[in-house]
Structure formats: C-alpha cells, structure tokens
C-alpha cells in the first residue's frame, strides 16, 4: 500500500524529491495531484509523494532534510559586494520606489551602502 511521505508540495519540489528518492536510496515513489481543484481541468494545486509502506524507513531521514531545507529561509546577501549585513530599509520610500518594487522587500547594505529587493 502507497502512504504520503510529502504533501503540498509545488510540481518543482515534488519532482526534485522524487530524483533524490530514486538516485540517493533507490525509492520507487509516485508523486500525484493532489489539494484543492483549480480550473479549468481540475487538477490539483499541489502535489504529494507516495512510496511503498516497507520504503518509508528508507525515505524518511531523506524527506526531513528536504524539508528542513525547505523551509529555512536563505540568508539575504548584497549583490554587489556580497555581504550578509544587509537590513531591511526602514524609512518610508518615495511613491515610485513603492511601485517599482512592490511586492518585495526593500534592502540595504550596512558595508557598501547598496540598496536592492528581496
């Protein structure tokens, strides 16, 4: 019987475990549809991973890291001299600042000064 070893996972993630499940531990799994249905076909949102109940033990140390390493958030680095003291920027921008990067957070560079989104 098949049990879900990962669940809401994006197509991207599920197939990326799904590789390492195979090459790192010879797993046969089968990554499936999976959450609530999207138009205009009905598929699901998400995906899940199932693998053979005597595989699990197998899987599992696997399946932890990725996701621990999923959902650690990077550390945010300056692209321009590549240091990590970077803050987010706390005084309020101008209004073309604001529409230019809306939808991402605004940094700046404690060493060069640099300012850049996140």
């Given at each position: 019987m098949l049990?879900?070893?990962?669940?809401?996972?994006?197509?991207?993630?599920?197939?990326?475990?799904?590789?390492?499940l195979h090459d790192e531990a010879?797993?046969?799994s089968l990554v499936k549809?999976?959450?609530?249905?999207?138009l205009p076909f009905g598929?699901?949102?998400?995906?899940?991973?199932?693998?053979?109940?005597e595989d699990v033990a197998t899987?599992?140390?696997i399946v932890q890291e990725f996701e621990q390493?999923?959902?650690e958030r990077a550390a945010v680095?300056?692209?321009?001299?590549?240091?990590?003291?970077?803050?987010?920027e706390q005084t309020r921008q101008p209004w073309y600042k604001r529409l230019f990067y809306a939808g991402t957070e605004l940094f700046r560079c404690q060493h060069c000064g640099q300012e850049f989104s996140a």
């Open positions: 049990v879900a070893v990962a669940e809401y996972l994006t197509y991207t993630e599920a197939v990326g475990l799904y590789r390492r010879a797993v046969v549809n999976y959450g609530p249905a999207t598929d699901g949102l998400y995906y899940r991973l199932l693998v053979e109940e899987a599992r140390p390493q999923r959902t680095r300056c692209p321009h001299c590549g240091s990590y003291h970077v803050w987010p």
